[in-house]
């Protein structure tokens, strides 16, 4: 659980590699588009804070987050990349719909990263309530797609 009222995406920039050689990828949902327009939103901010060319940053939108897993791997495949961002956020509702949706998206995701040369960043909220959401979304918690943002950096890096 989340420290209340703490920002947890606080990055030292100094540890980070730099960011202005690789191209990035970024998967983003349509549903629950408040959110994921956050995450996405932070996830660019920190990528050009370190360094990232907007040029060298493409975003592609996908209908939800169950579709983020062929929409990552298209991108993989058409386009020269050095890590993608799936961007999503399920909010429990009252079936069993978010228990498939959630646990379909984080396998279809790490299939990626087993079977791809690309890594591919999990930064899909799984959030009880929306405001749970709004506040991992550039809210009281920071901003988890920022997070993933200095993810895929390192791990770029790492790749290279």
């Given at each position: 659980?989340?420290?209340?009222?703490?920002?947890?995406?606080?990055?030292?920039?100094?540890?980070?590699?730099?960011?202005?050689?690789?191209?990035?990828?970024?998967?983003?949902?349509?549903?629950?588009?408040?959110?994921?327009?956050?995450?996405?939103?932070?996830?660019?901010?920190?990528?050009?804070?370190?360094?990232?060319?907007?040029?060298?940053i493409?975003?592609?939108?996908?209908?939800?987050?169950f579709?983020?897993?062929?929409?990552?791997?298209?991108?993989?495949?058409?386009?020269?990349?050095?890590?993608?961002?799936?961007?999503?956020?399920?909010?429990?509702?009252?079936?069993?719909?978010?228990?498939?949706?959630?646990?379909?998206?984080?396998?279809?995701?790490?299939?990626?990263?087993?079977?791809?040369?690309?890594?591919?960043?999990?930064?899909?909220?799984?959030?009880?309530?929306?405001?749970?959401?709004?506040?991992?979304?550039?809210?009281?918690?920071?901003?988890?797609?920022?997070?993933?943002?200095?993810?895929?950096?390192?791990?770029a890096?790492?790749?290279?």
């Open positions: 659980m989340a420290t209340a009222n703490k920002n947890l995406s606080v990055y030292d920039k100094t540890t980070i590699p730099s960011a202005k050689d690789f191209r990035f990828g970024i998967v983003v949902s349509e549903w629950n588009a408040k959110i994921t327009q956050g995450l996405y939103d932070g996830a660019m901010a920190a990528l050009l804070d370190c360094g990232a060319r907007e040029e060298n493409i975003k592609w939108n996908v209908p939800g987050s579709e983020l897993i062929y929409g990552s791997k298209k991108m993989i495949a058409d386009l020269e990349v050095d890590a993608v961002i799936a961007i999503g956020s399920v909010i429990q509702g009252e079936t069993k719909h978010f228990d498939f949706v959630c646990s379909a998206t984080a396998q279809g995701i790490k299939d990626l990263n087993v079977l791809q040369n690309v890594p591919v960043i999990f930064c899909v909220l799984t959030d009880n309530t929306m405001q749970q959401a709004v506040d991992r979304s550039g809210g009281i918690h920071g901003n988890k797609g920022a997070e993933a943002a200095i993810a895929a950096i390192k791990m890096a790492l790749g290279k």
